[in-house]
């Protein structure tokens, strides 16, 4: 499966563009500011139906205008060119209609369509399947733990309905939750209620802690990278009834659930060397180069390709936002590597670095 045509129209920085990308592998050279990351983040919008970067989905829509639209060709099976179109429009939640004297209606905020049909983001989410590797990626080592349960969803949400299903019900269940706690604090309501958001967030949080289990099983089963052997740690916060028993006071003062999915982690692990006996692993965050963290990122990254092509047998499209800079001469070829084993779109302000390579096609961003 890959893309062959986006069209965006009032996105961000674009008016109206038309891309075409090769089945191999595209190239995407413009300076600064240009839009480079706007067309990735479209990308990664028609694949996930999600923003990477947006704080408020709003942002996508270009300045002056009230609606942005991305619409993608994406070919499903190369033998026979079984197409579908995915379209994600985005609004700012209101419409202006006519002229003085104009009326604003208020529309959906986003919209989801495959082939011409609305969708809701579950039925959406994953028709196209993409990894993402941007600089803001060596966050993943480095940042909050937010951070860290964001790119597991996005991983595990491409793969699995059920697990989007399971994470929106959650999501969901935990602010209802969270406002009973209020109430049960400030207006002394019956802690019977949350009997049945407990068993809610029990069922669908068992789902996700699983699912997230066997994702960094399967990282952990990567073969040593770069001569370096990494792990990830899953720092669970396992939710259950007892569990529950044992926070419920402290729910209540915090109003908070406190334990569940929403407060996992994991680290970062790499082995020392054999003759260094003091520790055989050590955690990267604290006592990593900024070298070895960016190892560590580029392994997870490879190992997230792996990932999806084993559960789903298709090749997701790479997408390498302006990585290039970052990397030295060695493992850009380890990237050039993965490149070539499936649809790759990579942006780059310096032509240089994509030189020598073969069967790539050019797009040329200008400056606005
Ligand atoms: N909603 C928007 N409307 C219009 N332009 C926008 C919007 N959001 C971002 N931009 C513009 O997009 C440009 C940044 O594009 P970006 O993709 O980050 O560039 P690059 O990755 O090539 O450096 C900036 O000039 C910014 O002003
Ligand atoms: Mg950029």
Avoid: C
Wanted: net charge neutral; hydrophobic share 35%.
């Amino acid at each position: 499966m890959y893309i062959t045509r986006i069209r965006l129209t009032n996105y961000r920085s674009f008016k109206d563009t038309a891309l075409s990308f090769s089945k191999d592998i595209t190239v995407i050279v413009g300076p600064n500011a240009s839009g480079k990351t706007n067309v990735m983040e479209s990308i990664f919008l028609l694949s996930t139906g999600k923003s990477f970067h947006a704080r408020i989905e709003e942002e996508m829509v270009a300045y002056d205008e009230e609606i942005a639209r991305v619409k993608g060709a994406i070919i499903e099976t190369d033998g026979e060119k079984v197409g579908t179109n995915l379209e994600v429009v985005i609004t700012r939640g209101t419409i202006t209609i006519g002229e003085s004297p104009e009326k604003v209606e208020k529309i959906a905020r986003k919209r989801l369509l495959i082939n011409g049909v609305g969708k809701r983001l579950v039925d959406f989410a994953g028709t196209f399947k993409t990894v993402l590797f941007g600089p803001q990626d060596l966050g993943l080592v480095t940042e909050s733990p937010s951070i860290r349960r964001k790119f597991l969803d996005i991983v595990l949400s491409q793969v699995d309905r059920e697990y989007r299903r399971a994470s929106l019900s959650y999501e969901k269940g935990l602010r209802q939750r969270n406002k009973l706690l209020l109430g049960i604090r400030e207006e002394n309501l019956s802690r019977s209620l949350l009997l049945f958001w407990d068993k809610l967030l029990i069922k669908n949080g068992d789902y996700i802690s699983k699912k997230r289990e066997e994702f960094i099983e399967f990282v952990n089963s990567q073969p040593p990278f770069d001569g370096h052997k990494f792990e990830l740690i899953y720092d669970k916060s396992a939710i259950s009834e007892t569990r529950l028993q044992q926070y419920a006071e402290e729910e209540i003062v915090a109003a908070s659930t406190l334990v569940g999915p929403h407060r996992d982690d994991f680290v970062f692990r790499v082995k020392e060397r054999e003759s260094k006996r003091v520790k055989e692993f050590r955690e990267l965050a604290p006592y990593g180069s900024r070298g070895e963290q960016r190892m560590g990122v580029l392994w997870l990254k490879l190992a997230e390709l792996s990932f999806i092509e084993s559960v789903t047998g298709e090749k997701p499209t790479l997408l390498l936002d302006d990585i290039f800079s970052e990397l030295d001469h060695e493992h850009r070829d380890i990237v050039f590597g993965a490149s070539k084993g499936q649809q790759t779109i990579i942006t780059t302000a310096d032509p240089h670095y994509v030189e020598g390579f073969e069967k790539i096609e050019k797009i040329t961003l200008n400056s606005l």
